[in-house]
């Protein structure tokens, strides 16, 4: 008899377990932890960016130290996007996420003024240390491109979780810590490429008064 009732307990809580899991009590907890491992892509793309930067402001410098501004403006950028870290608390807290993405994004605009000026440096583009970096920078921005597109793909299946039904009733029971997360949003400043322009001399005007008609 005690045999039978113990079984009969076990069954009732496998069911209530299955009863649960096709309600989608695990959703939220399960698309909480695929936001953190975009953002762990995300950051490590940031972070092989970051690596790449010492070498490539050190061969643009040996043959462009004139450029010292831009220069010293990619090394003061990147220090300042490698002291604006992010975790998984930054993830929910709007204004923390948004300042690491304006130190990444400050970083990206100056990248690209750097990579600007070395049009003017035909040694420095025939350079194969250079272009090897270049090719590097090019395919760690191609990744930092598809790493914020997957991760704010997860963020806004973790964030509908919470809004929509069931999800909404265990949000407000047993998920009352979990926060909406933040996505990257496209910085007009950052995605636009620099214009070069080598045609820098004025075109000449003629002072000349027109001819009058006869």
Sequence with gaps: MKMSGIFSKILAV??????????????????????????????????????????LVATVQGYAAQEKSVLTAVTEARANATHVSIDASTVT???????????QDQ???????LLS??????????NQNFLALQSQL??????????????NA???????????????IWASTLYKSQKPAQQFAASAAAQNAPVVNFNTAAPQTSTQPAPANP
């Design 93 to 103: 807290d709007p204004a923390a996420f948004q300042r690491f993405q304006q130190a």
């Design 14 to 55: 496998a069911g209530l377990a299955m009863v649960l899991a096709s309600c989608g009590v695990n959703s939220i907890p399960a698309k909480d932890e695929t936001v953190k491992a975009r953002l762990g892509d995300v950051q490590a793309a940031y972070q092989r960016r970051s690596d790449l930067i010492p070498n």
């Design 138 to 151: 090019e395919g760690t921005e191609n990744r930092i491109e598809i790493a914020r597109r997957d991760y």
């Design 107 to 113: 970083l990206s605009g100056v990248l690209g003024r």
């Design 117 to 126: 000026i070395t049009e003017n440096y035909p040694d420095l583009k025939s």
């Design 154 to 168: 997860a963020v806004q299946d973790y964030n509908t979780e919470l809004r929509t039904f069931p999800g909404v």
